[in-house]
């Protein structure tokens, strides 16, 4: 059994929290029903080397079986031994440093097909987690809830969060994305911006107007950034931040259970009243002239075999 792994199953047993894990069992391994961990569903198969929300830990004679959702689909209980924990973190916004990436095998089974330095190129992404593996922490890269890959720290770009006002001259050059590649119409006057996200490294910064997001070159304005430049967060667990995942994922997960029982019981009443009209068809057969007949051949020939 993964220590790690482990050691945070009985933490989460005693403090229980919904929680990720990246699966790594065997894929012809048993999946239960959600409602009873007796009952076989199926197996593992696609979800075997996947990342998936784990909604509820149980042990069972010294095995650790944990239900999990994927996509938004409660899928059942499976038990787990070398799977990866994936801790929480403070979100940033990152992006990938092509020239130094050196993609972990890790990714080949979790992402799709293609090259990782192609994908991510100059995409904005956000960090939200990571795992430690092979001696190694690797931040885990999400556009949206699309999980896009595991990084070093080392080969990103991190993008400091700030909030400064800031009046930007009329006709400084400004852009609709963060590759500085699309340039926007110039403002005619002055204007007044908050400038909320620097890239030192890339000398980018991100501002909002009037509720709309821009970028520009840090080098177009006249402010003192150096103190923001190195305010960067160290890649540790953000314990809080398993209570604010929770609260915004718990709502899901419970409508998932009430629609999964609701279905379980309206398919109960159907085989309920399928049973009770073959009954009647069968009560109403034995009565008629036919089924009458039919009943008394049955006890003739029951007579002979006695």
């Not at 989460?12 to 699966?23: A, K, R, S, Y």
């Not at 190129?121 to 999980?147: M, N, P």
């Not at 770009?157 to 926007?184: F, I, Q, W």
């Not at 007044?192 to 070159?217: A, C, D, K, S």
Request: charged share 30%; aromatic share 8%; hydrophobic share 35%.
């Amino acid at each position: 059994m993964n220590d790690q792994l482990k050691q945070q199953l009985d933490r989460i047993l005693e403090f229980p929290h919904v929680f990720q894990v990246i699966l790594r069992e065997d894929p012809e391994q048993n999946v239960y029903e959600e409602f009873d961990v007796d009952q076989r569903k199926g197996t593992l198969g696609k979800y075997a080397s996947s990342l998936v929300t784990v909604i509820s830990v149980q042990k069972i004679n010294e095995i650790y079986y944990v239900l999990f959702k994927s996509s938004g689909e409660i899928i059942g209980w499976t038990a787990v031994s070398e799977s990866i924990y994936v801790h929480p973190k403070t979100l940033e916004s990152v992006k990938v440093d092509v020239d130094a990436l050196t993609p972990h095998p890790i990714n080949e089974a979790l992402i799709e097909a293609g090259s990782m330095a192609i994908d991510l190129r100059g995409r904005l992404l956000a960090s939200k987690a990571f795992i430690d593996v092979d001696d190694r922490r690797l931040e885990a890269l999400f556009i949206k809830d699309r999980l896009m890959g595991f990084v070093e720290s080392g080969q990103l770009h991190k993008g400091r969060a700030m909030s400064m006002a800031y009046t930007v001259p009329a006709g400084t050059p400004r852009y609709r994305d963060s590759n500085l590649s699309v340039e926007l119409p110039g403002e005619d006057t002055h204007h007044e911006v908050e400038i909320n996200l620097h890239f030192p490294e890339l000398g980018i910064l991100r501002l909002t107007y009037m509720n709309r997001q821009y970028w520009l070159e840090d080098s177009a304005i006249e402010a003192d950034l150096s103190d923001v430049a190195e305010a960067l967060p160290p890649v540790v667990e953000n314990v809080h931040k398993y209570y604010e995942d929770e609260r915004e994922k718990s709502k899901a997960i419970i409508d998932g259970l009430l629609r999964r029982q609701v279905q379980l019981e309206k398919n109960l009443d159907q085989s309920k009243e399928r049973l009770k009209r073959v009954e009647t068809l069968y009560s109403n057969l034995k009565k008629s002239k036919l089924g009458r007949l039919q009943t008394k051949i049955w006890e003739r020939r029951k007579r002979r075999v006695k």
